[in-house]
DNA sequence: GACGTTGTTGCGAATGATTCCCATTACCCC
DNA sequence: GGGGTAATGGGAATCATTCGCAACAACGTC
């Protein structure tokens, strides 16, 4: 079996080398685990634990949904995944490799992938205030995104 | 009776003037509404929905746990209380005259309260980027706190 | 002050996201 | 290929919050 050649997002080779690292570190390369790393490796980010749950199920329809969860829990301790609150609602997966912060709108529950470089200044203002060091990726920031606040603009014109 | 001369936090008189808003809404000024107002208007704001629960069982026992919620509820529609979310774990209430941020370590737990200034330059450069306007109220920003940083470098020196 | 309307409450059950427990299964090292 | 043990399926437990509903209590009116 030849390594993944697959482009992947940003440094992690691909399955077959997480699952080796899994090895190392005194885990089991399991058929769920495997198909859950193809999931998180193919595109789209952002999903939910049951809708992982969802896209590993059409292809071995009896992973529980909690096997999901200790998987990917186990892959986050392996460095290898990361999960972040985007508001209300569950939390959503995916790998590490993709670092971004996160601006969510609290009207239409959009998502922007917001490059780390725009939370500088924060980051600066809390370190020199507070000797706080922020972490802009686990945790959404909040607002309002610009197509509802032009569609809510207009309405109050209206 | 006259007008309640207490120093409020920030511009709201005080439960009387809140009880009398919620009547021109077409409400009623309940005895658990009351006191779940005097509890709001105390010192010590990010309290949990349980923890004000708890704190208006004191006074009046059977006030139950979902009252408190729909109160909370109420007077969050009417603009007197918002609520946060720190991280993980409940939301937290207070009145909506003490505007500012949140700094939550993700290590301790601690909360600061951050100035809104402290947010210009992610709110200027998210507006800049994206069209988003941010609310740095709602959801608090994650991150690391001078103690816990100062502890953490510690112990990997040693 | 009694009355009726209708907003509120107490209570428990339902929900949604996640975690826990446990007996069974299946990796993978030798 | 057998055995030790990590992982799984299944379901029950947990935590925060919301809902449904019958009984109750504000408050304007008479």
Known sequence: MSVEHRPSPSGLAGVDEVLRRVREAGGRATTSRR???ERLFSEGSHKTAE???HEVQRVAPDVHLSTIYRNLEELE?????????LGHGP???????ETHGHLSCESCGATLEAPLGLFDGLA?????AFGFEIDPRHFA???HCAACRARE?????A
């Open 35 to 37: 198909i859950l790393l």
């Open 51 to 53: 809708a992982l749950a």
């Open 77 to 85: 301790r392996l460095g290898v995944v990361t999960h972040a609150h």
């Open 91 to 97: 939390a959503t997966y995916h790998l590490a490799t």
């Open 124 to 128: 600066e203002a809390a370190r020199t």
């Open 141 to 143: 920031v909040l607002g």
């Open 153 to 157: 603009a207009g309405a109050a014109d």
